[in-house]
């Protein structure tokens, strides 16, 4: 039987943050590498561990107090679907009461993990809106079916708040200095809602008849599958434009981007609208692939 730490990492599926987090030290590096010379000690700049520590910090506790919220509001759908008839809730393997508390502790946990970026104010000043826009995302399914792009945009923050934690002021000063992470960020949303989108497909019927919105459940799984391949390849015509805003880029980053095109494309071919068998095989192993990819690609062109 799992402990009920064990179960609490199950819930908000832990593991899955590497689908967010590259995208996040992807903007660290960059950002770095932009600081002026005589901030930098060797290969990285002085004090660079707390503003690391930060960025993982925020960005694990952020997605922790979004699933679990999610969890939990969506319970009583969960119950009802088959397909998440056991998940930890609806199955009694753990309580209302403590995933609230995991909520509530995760949530403490982001806010004051900002603290670690000070003097830099922005991410204390940003922290609770940006935690409204993830929570909110749980309740989108039941009235919008762009629900998708919703959940695309709140991972696709994590570059761009990452990018504000270490440039600080020098985004305010010249908002243009955002640029990479802002292209890096739209990315990550589409990415992000073509992969849901395909995800969707499984319980499309059955949020239809209960009256969720989702693009499968709208358009049907047929269309679905079309539009979450139009989000993927104007996901890769925004991974393309990133050299233009990010000149380190080179060689490299090419063939990451080849190599994340050819993912894509396998990830696509697994799921077709009469058999939905493979959506698990397309949904973790080809996305959770992508992040580390285009992580390795930069930083060895950046920083090499």
């Given at each position: ?7 609490m990492?199950?819930?908000?599926r ?20 932009r ?32 699933m ?51 003097p ?13 826009w993830?929570l ?26 990452a990018?504000?934690a ?33 995800y ?5 019927a ?40 990010i ?48 992580l ?9």
């Amino acid at each position: 039987m799992a402990t009920p730490v064990q179960s609490m990492l199950s819930l908000v599926r832990f593991s899955h943050t590497v689908f967010a987090m590259p995208f996040a030290i992807i903007a660290v590096l960059v950002a770095w590498s932009r600081a002026e010379p005589s901030s930098r000690g060797g290969p990285l700049p002085d004090g660079w561990l707390l503003p690391l520590a930060g960025v993982v910090v925020c960005m694990v506790s952020a997605r922790t107090a979004a699933m679990a919220f999610n969890r939990l509001v969506d319970r009583d759908i969960d119950a009802a679907n088959p397909r998440t008839a056991t998940r930890h809730l609806p199955s009694g393997e753990l309580s209302v009461g403590q995933v609230v508390a995991l909520v509530a502790v995760s949530s403490l946990v982001f806010v004051a993990g900002t603290l670690l970026f000070l003097p830099n104010w922005l991410p204390v000043v940003l922290a609770l809106p940006v935690l409204a826009w993830l929570l909110g995302y749980s309740y989108a399914k039941r009235f919008t079916m762009l629900a998708h792009v919703w959940l695309g945009a709140a991972l696709g923050m994590a570059p761009v708040a990452a990018w504000i934690a270490i440039r600080g002021e020098a985004v305010l000063a010249d908002p243009t200095d955002l640029s990479p992470a802002l292209l890096l960020g739209l990315a990550v949303m589409l990415w992000v809602a073509g992969f849901d989108t395909i995800y969707a497909c499984q319980d499309a019927a059955f949020d239809s008849q209960v009256g969720l919105h989702s693009i499968p459940a709208t358009l049907g799984v047929t269309r679905a599958l079309r539009v979450a391949a139009v989000m993927h390849g104007v996901t890769l015509l925004l991974l393309a434009a990133l050299p233009w805003t990010i000149p380190a880029l080179g060689g490299t980053y090419w063939i990451g981007l080849g190599v994340i095109a050819v993912l894509l494309l396998w990830e696509h071919s697994l799921v077709r609208p009469d058999d939905l068998s493979k959506v698990n095989a397309a949904f973790f192993t080809a996305n959770a692939i992508i992040g580390a990819v285009l992580l390795v690609a930069v930083g060895a062109d950046v920083w090499s």
